[in-house]
């Protein structure tokens, strides 16, 4: 998974429904958006006010399990000056 990867996309490499609960848990409702089919994670994150690469990170880690809490927090929280 790249940056450039959009929102549609990452949702359809996990359909047990983890991509739209990793979501839920950094806040933000990526999943109902209509950007969501063109939207890249990078800028879905900088939209919402977060670090880019600390959401990617947590978007990456899905792959390998549920990311720890630690990838979650850095996701959620707003970048600074946000």
């Known amino acids: ?3 450039s990867t ?3 996309e990452f949702l359809r490499r996990h359909p047990d429904g983890a991509g ?5 848990a950094v806040g933000v409702p990526c999943a109902l958006c209509g ?3 063109r939207e890249p994670i990078t800028l879905a994150a900088r939209r919402h006010g977060r670090d880019p ?5 947590a978007f990456q880690a899905l792959d ?6 630690a ?3 850095a996701a959620r ?3 600074p000056g946000r």
Do not use: C, K
Not at 53 to 57: D, H, M, N, Q
Not at 64 to 69: E, I, K, N, Q, V
């Open 35 to 37: 950007a969501a089919t």
């Open 20 to 24: 739209q609960r990793l979501l839920a």
């Open 71 to 73: 990838l979650i927090e």
């Open 64 to 69: 390998h399990g549920w990311p720890d809490t």
């Open 77 to 79: 929280a707003r970048a």
């Open 1 to 3: 998974m790249r940056g």
């Open 6 to 8: 959009t929102i549609v």
């Open 53 to 57: 690469g600390a959401f990617l990170r």
